[in-house]
């Protein structure tokens, strides 16, 4: 699933060619890529049309458009969902879910999702804690990208938590735009192994991983995002190559950048995670 930089990738790109424009029609193909919004697509077409998007937000793994009229179209990727931009009359995309067409007559953008797993909806604006947001993800944590984001509330939250390291990082209402790819990578930099409880990591490595995380999230942002297939672009249909600089998510058998041994892969929340055993050693047991 595409994590706070390839998001962001996206929200920029879509910043840069569809704010300021008017929407002229929308088409949705497929039901399930407006499964959130309940009144349909007939509604969610309508209550779009005549509108002009005025800015383009993210808040971790989340994309919403502002809305001349003060609401929102909310949007997210979910495991292969890509948003592109495309000339008028350029040949539909195998899995075009929904299209976006503009009255200057410009690029229409286009929702293409092979999975049908991200989607839109519509959602009120609503503010908390002195920031602006789609009512439906109130409750999503800042992310480390956030300028008022707060690492050492950050800090204090993870340590209350009563789980692993990992879980928590990937606990969207905690600090929100890690997902497994960039978790991995923080806890290799910070050598913290993942199943690490929370509540017996200290101040100064709890912030010494989110630190670690924001970096590596700056680097991929930097490098476009990680793609290792064909389902994450950007919006002009290029991949990111943060993939080259992974040092340990996806490396299993290969050798630690550190210290040589072999990186090994472990279920984890029936995914992966990878780690290397010396650098990570698996924490005792209480």
């Known amino acids: 699933m595409p994590e706070l930089p390839e998001v962001e990738v996206v929200r920029h790109g879509v910043d840069v060619h569809v704010t300021g424009r008017l929407v002229r029609s929308v088409e949705v193909l497929h039901p399930r890529a407006i499964r959130r919004h309940l009144p349909g697509a007939s509604d969610f077409a309508g209550r779009l049309t005549g509108r002009r998007v005025t800015a383009m937000r993210r808040r971790g793994k989340y994309l919403w458009a502002e809305l001349s009229g003060g609401d929102a179209m909310l949007a997210h990727l979910g495991m292969s969902g890509q948003l592109l931009v495309q000339p008028e009359g350029?040949?539909?995309?195998?899995?075009?879910?929904?299209?976006?067409?503009?009255?200057?007559?410009?690029?229409?953008?286009?929702?293409?999702?092979?999975?049908?797993?991200?989607?839109?909806?519509?959602?009120?604006?609503?503010?908390?804690?002195?920031?602006?947001?789609?009512?439906?993800?109130?409750?999503?944590?800042?992310?480390?990208?956030?300028?008022?984001?707060?690492?050492?509330?950050?800090?204090?939250?993870?340590?209350?938590?009563?789980?692993?390291?990992?879980?928590?990082?990937?606990?969207?209402?905690?600090?929100?735009?890690?997902?497994?790819?960039?978790?991995?990578?923080?806890?290799?930099?910070?050598?913290?192994?993942?199943?690490?409880?929370?509540?017996?990591?200290?101040?100064?490595?709890?912030?010494?991983?989110?630190?670690?995380?924001?970096?590596?999230?700056?680097?991929?942002?930097?490098?476009?995002?990680?793609?290792?297939?064909?389902?994450?672009?950007?919006?002009?249909?290029?991949?990111?190559?943060?993939?080259?600089?992974?040092a340990v998510y996806g490396q299993e058998g290969r050798p630690c950048r550190r210290c040589g041994r072999p990186i090994r892969r472990e279920p984890f929340m029936n995914r992966s995670s990878f780690s290397c055993p010396r650098c990570q050693p698996r924490p005792t047991a209480r």
């Open 90 to 246: 350029a040949p539909d995309e195998k899995h075009l879910r929904v299209r976006f067409r503009f009255d200057d007559g410009g690029p229409e953008l286009r929702f293409v999702d092979q999975r049908t797993f991200g989607g839109f909806s519509m959602g009120e604006l609503v503010e908390v804690d002195g920031t602006v947001l789609p009512a439906p993800i109130a409750h999503i944590g800042r992310d480390p990208m956030d300028p008022r984001f707060d690492p050492a509330a950050a800090v204090r939250a993870l340590r209350r938590k009563r789980t692993e390291l990992k879980r928590a990082l990937l606990d969207q209402t905690l600090v929100s735009g890690i997902g497994n790819i960039y978790a991995d990578e923080a806890l290799w930099r910070a050598r913290v192994h993942w199943a690490k409880p929370t509540d017996r990591i200290g101040p100064a490595k709890a912030a010494e991983v989110l630190t670690a995380a924001t970096e590596v999230m700056t680097e991929a942002l930097g490098a476009g995002g990680t793609s290792f297939d064909a389902l994450y672009v950007n919006v002009n249909g290029q991949s990111g190559y943060f993939d080259r600089s992974l």
